[in-house]
């Protein structure tokens, strides 16, 4: 099956720093990549929808210039969290989008997820 | 707006059956998934309707409701490594829709 791989897997970080989170997909070239953030005990909010060569689409209320968003190549999309803050703290999980032949649907795989703390 | 509610937890015990249902409002919505989501890990796929009717994989089951905006997730013979969360997802233009999920929790 599809294998979406993120990396760091945790990381820790000073407030007013940046922190790159990658995701990349190891078998397969994925046009979409999706970033979710999820809190404790929550679900999973759909930030931007990421798509190669071109801009982001980010959610309502998730800041584009905060959550930078690069899709440089059909296997790899990059999340840089910039001017970190305590309440960015959260496990970031990237999904790669595959298209069913023939039926007009996409499945999703889920990297493992990248748990970010800011102190 | 879209929108999918599911109980926040249900706890059962081993060998039992359990029902986690989910309802939703939206409009051109695409299909409802379920993802299994265990401590400090990525969800995992676990099945997908996108027609109505009953899907049946293994010890789970997905039915999903078009007419009544309505889903469930069955889990048969419940083991202890069941515990977890469990997510419906709403597919709308390509992207997931995630409800709130339910924390299943198996007693022996």
Redesign the interface.
């Known amino acids: 099956g599809a294998v979406v791989s993120q990396h760091p897997s945790w990381v820790i970080c000073k407030s007013g720093t940046s922190v790159k989170i990658e995701c990349r997909s190891l078998d397969f070239q994925a046009t979409t990549m999706f970033w979710y953030r999820q809190f404790p005990k929550q679900s999973l909010m759909l930030m931007a929808t990421s798509n190669e060569g071109s801009k982001a689409t980010y959610e309502q209320g998730v800041e584009k210039d905060k959550f930078l968003i690069n899709h440089a190549s059909l296997t790899l999309s990059t999340l840089t969290v910039t001017s970190a803050h305590p309440e960015d703290s959260s496990f970031y999980i990237c999904s790669a989008r595959v298209p069913l032949p023939g039926q007009g649907v996409y499945e999703q795989y889920f990297g493992p997820g990248t748990r970010l703390t800011v102190t | 707006g879209q929108s999918l509610e599911q109980p926040s937890e249900v706890t059962a015990v081993e060998g039992a059956i359990v029902q986690i249902n989910c309802t939703y409002q939206t409009s051109g919505f695409?299909?409802l998934s379920w993802y299994q989501q265990h401590d400090?890990?990525?969800?995992?796929?676990l099945s997908?309707n996108?027609l109505d009717g009953l899907e049946e994989t293994g010890r789970f089951s997905s039915f999903l409701s078009r007419s009544d905006s309505y889903g469930y997730l069955l889990l048969q013979e419940l083991q202890m490594k069941d515990s977890a969360s469990y997510?419906c997802a709403g597919?709308q233009g390509?992207?997931?829709?995630?409800?709130?999920?339910t924390?299943l929790s198996v007693k022996p």
Request: cysteine-free; overall charge neutral.
């Open positions: 695409y299909g400090g890990g990525a969800p995992t796929f997908y996108a997510f597919a390509g992207k997931l829709i995630f409800g709130q999920g924390e």
